[in-house]
T-cell receptor, first 114, second 114 residues
Framework: KQEVTQIPAALSVPEGENLVLNCSFTDSAIYNLQWFRQDPGKGLTSLLL?????REQTSGRLNASLDKSSGRSTLYIAASQPGDSATYLC?????????????FGKGNQVVVIP | GAGVSQTPSNKVTEKGKYVELRCDPI?????LYWYRQSLGQGPEFLIYFQGTGAADDSGLPNDRFFAVRPEGSVSTLKIQRTERGDSAVYLC????????????FGEGSRLTVL
């Protein structure tokens, strides 16, 4: 069974600092790796999707890397802003099923201090 | 509508009662997923529909849980004889390209069983 771990569980940073969020997964046979954002009481918003053949994806201030062999992904958020405060969830898609059975971590809860 | 719509947003019920949760996916999306998120945890996969049929229901915890999608659009998650442990946020997601496309989540239905 795929286990996804996210470290740290929670962090606070001053505005303007870069954020580094770590995700590890136990089974390297993944179809893709996705990062989501969740605001309190809300659903999930997809941020980045990295296919298993890719090493990274970028969108604006966000960059996600994937090292399948070591079972790791990192989400970088450059020049953090108070609006980046949220929980960030990492999810691995099993190789045999595509993304219909995502295994999620518990999330990184981020607070950006103005 | 523009996004995935879930109703009710909040449901409080007594132990032993029957509950229905509804999901209206993005128009034209053929794939629909149900996930369950307990407090402080990441979402857990419940069931995946491709069109009208349940392509994968292996995440349903027991036979008290059942889901339907009779016309390939709206889906209803049904929970019989609710237990306190069923309390969670039930998230619905849809995708345009089956099992490998980007997921779009609704805001969830928060179920509280007293």
């Amino acid at each position: 069974k795929q286990e996804v771990t996210q470290i740290p569980a929670a962090l606070s940073v001053p505005e303007g600092e870069n954020l580094v969020l770590n995700c590890s997964f136990t089974d390297s046979a993944i179809y893709n790796l996705q990062w989501f954002r969740q605001d309190p009481g809300k659903g999930l918003t997809s941020l980045l999707l990295i296919q298993s053949s890719q090493r990274e994806q970028t969108s604006g201030r966000l960059n996600a890397s994937l090292d399948k062999s070591s079972g790791r992904s990192t989400l970088y958020i450059a020049a953090s802003q108070p609006g980046d405060s949220a929980t960030y969830l990492c999810a691995a898609s099993p190789g045999a099923y595509g993304n219909n059975r995502l295994a999620f971590g518990k999330g990184n809860q981020v607070v950006v201090i103005p | 509508g523009a996004g995935v719509s879930q109703t009710p947003s909040n449901k409080v019920t007594e132990k032993g009662k029957y509950v229905e949760l509804r999901c209206d996916p993005i128009s034209g999306h053929t794939a629909l997923y149900w996930y369950r998120q307990s407090l402080g945890q990441g979402p857990e996969f419940l069931i995946y529909f491709q069109g009208t049929g349940a392509a994968d229901d292996s995440g349903l915890p027991n036979d008290r849980f059942f889901a339907v999608r009779p016309e390939g659009s709206v889906s209803t998650l049904k929970i019989q004889r609710t237990e306190r442990g069923d309390s969670a946020v039930y998230l619905c997601a849809s995708s345009s390209t089956g099992s490998t496309g980007e997921l779009f989540f609704g805001e969830g239905s928060r179920l509280t069983v007293l």
